[in-house]
C-alpha cells in the first residue's frame, strides 16, 4: 500500500482516477499546477548557460594569458587572477547546473504518478484543492500482495512456525481460503499477549477488499484417518452407532469415534 503525497505546494488542476481504478506503474493520477516551478526551471536553465559562457571566456582568457607568460608580455600577478577566475567560473557553473537539477526536480514532483501496479483504493483530493506538502493526494493498494494478519495466543506460538498451511475464512466471502506462514511475530502484544501471525495467500483463489476480519486454523500437525460425517453417527448415552449396509441388509453397528476435524465437521474413526 502506498499513500501518496503531495511533496510541494501548488493547487491540484486535475485528478485523472477515481476510487477501484486499476493503475500501472508510472501512470500519471493527478497533476498540480506547475507554472511557478516552470520558470524557475526555465530560470535555472538560463542561469547554467551563462555560467556555462562565463566558463568559456574565462579559459579563452586564461589560455591567452599563459601564452603571453610565455613570451614575457605579462605578470604573474594576471595570470593568477586568470586562473582565480576560471576556477570561480568552474565553481559557478557546477552550483548553476545543481540548482537546474533541483528545479527539474520540483517541476516533476507536480505530477503524482503511480508507484506500482495496483488499485486506487482512496482518493483524497479534488480540483481546486490546495496540497500543501505532506497532504495526502491517494492510497494505491496492490491487490496481489494482500496477506492475512491473525493472532495466536501465548499457548499456541511455539507449534506455530513459518510453512505451515492455514486454512481461513474472510468476513463477506463464502469460500476458503488456503495460505502459509510466512512469519511469526518475535514479540507479542503488550496488551493481549497474543503474538501476530502473517501468512500469505496461496494459488490465485484471493480476495479484492483489504481490511476485513478474517478467521483461521494453522495446520501445526496432520494425520490420516477414516472420518465419517457428523450427520451420520447415532449418538445414544455415552455409545455412537452408524446405519451400515452388510449382505443387502441396513444394520446398526457400534463405532468409537476420534478427534473432529473443525473445517469440515468430520469425524475421526478410531475402531
Do not use: C, H
Not at 599563459?66 to 593568477?80: P, V
Not at 501476530?196 to 501445526?220: C, H, K, M, W
Request: proline share 2%; aromatic share 4%; hydrophobic share 40%.
Amino acid at each position: 500500500k502506498a499513500d501518496l503525497r503531495a511533496e510541494v505546494s501548488a493547487i491540484v488542476m486535475q485528478v485523472l482516477k477515481e476510487n477501484g481504478e486499476v493503475v500501472r506503474k508510472g501512470d500519471l493520477l493527478a497533476r498540480l499546477d506547475d507554472t511557478s516551478f516552470r520558470d524557475q526551471l526555465a530560470s535555472s536553465e538560463q542561469a547554467a548557460r551563462a555560467a556555462q559562457q562565463t566558463l568559456d571566456q574565462a579559459e579563452r582568457q586564461l589560455e591567452r594569458l599563459k601564452t603571453l607568460r610565455a613570451s614575457g608580455m605579462t605578470s604573474m600577478q594576471a595570470l593568477e587572477d586568470a586562473e582565480i577566475r576560471r576556477n570561480n567560473a568552474q565553481s559557478e557553473l557546477v552550483a548553476a547546473k545543481a540548482r537546474q537539477v533541483a528545479a527539474r526536480q520540483q517541476l516533476q514532483r507536480t505530477e503524482i504518478r503511480a508507484p506500482f501496479d495496483g488499485i486506487v483504493s482512496e482518493r483524497k483530493v479534488s480540483n481546486g484543492d490546495t496540497a500543501q506538502i505532506g497532504k495526502e493526494i491517494m492510497k494505491v493498494i496492490d491487490p496481489s500482495s494482500l496477506r492475512f494478519q491473525g493472532l495466536v495466543s501465548a499457548e499456541s506460538v511455539n507449534v506455530v512456525k513459518a510453512g505451515q498451511s492455514v486454512s481461513f475464512r474472510i468476513n463477506g466471502y463464502d469460500q476458503q481460503f488456503v495460505g502459509k506462514v510466512r512469519r511469526v511475530d518475535p514479540a507479542a502484544n503488550a496488551t493481549t499477549r497474543q503474538v501476530e501471525v502473517l501468512v500469505d495467500f496461496v494459488g490465485s483463489n484471493q480476495p479484492r477488499v483489504s481490511g476485513l476480519y478474517a478467521e483461521g486454523r494453522v495446520e501445526a500437525g496432520s494425520t490420516q484417518a477414516l472420518t465419517v460425517m457428523s450427520g451420520a453417527l447415532i449418538r445414544d448415552g455415552d455409545k455412537t452407532f452408524v446405519w451400515a449396509l452388510q449382505d443387502g441388509l441396513l444394520k446398526r453397528l457400534p463405532i468409537v469415534v476420534g478427534e473432529r476435524d473443525v473445517r469440515r465437521g468430520d469425524y475421526a474413526v478410531v475402531s
